[in-house]
């Protein structure tokens, strides 16, 4: 394993396939058929040309069982979601920016793009900052994201705004979403996981 694949892995190594439980195979396998495309299609590194998975994929091999069942979240999420392809990135992003999370950022700017967001407003995003060019749904996801995400509380107001606009299923879903995103920046950031060189 070279010294950069190592990097990529921050402070845990990178798992060779050959070398994975066959519970660990089994999730590594959905991740291979699923994340990987994706996130090809997407524009961003998920896996090494030796196999190896990087980001949060890498990492969440070592919890398989807890792993097949956050992945199968996840797939439900984006499966049923009353939020737009638009406004879902918003919340990553906006998650991303209050941890600060490198690899989260480098992965969800790829995505925000192909979802149709301007790249001045993926910047902003990005840095945790109000963000131009933002339909009034977009901005009001930005604002409740980062509240409930920095504050841990939704102030009277921007409650009502919100569910005004998204219902109090879309409410649940902006959280469902938030709350994935929080654990995978928090994977991240435990592990000191970077991201590729762009």
Known sequence: MSQTQHGLGGRLPLLKPDALSPAQKNTYDTIDTTMVPW????????KNEDGTL????????????ITDAFLALQAAEQEHTT????????VILTVGAVWQCDYERYAHEAV???????DEA????????????????EELAQQF?????VERQVEDN????????????????LLYLAGCYDTI????NTFRVPAPAR
């Open 39 to 46: 996130a090809e299609k997407s524009g961003f590194q998920a």
């Open 54 to 65: 990087i980001g949060p994929f890498n990492g969440i091999l070592l919890s398989p069982a």
């Open 83 to 90: 939020l737009t392809a638009r406004v879902r990135q918003i």
């Open 112 to 118: 925000a793009r192909k979802a149709g967001l301007p």
């Open 122 to 137: 993926i910047r902003s995003l990005s840095k945790g900052i109000p963000a131009g060019g933002l339909a009034f749904e």
């Open 145 to 149: 994201t980062r509240q409930v995400t």
């Open 158 to 173: 921007l409650y009502v705004r919100t569910e005004a606009i998204f219902g109090a299923q879309g409410i649940v879903d």
């Open 185 to 188: 920046s928090s994977l991240l």
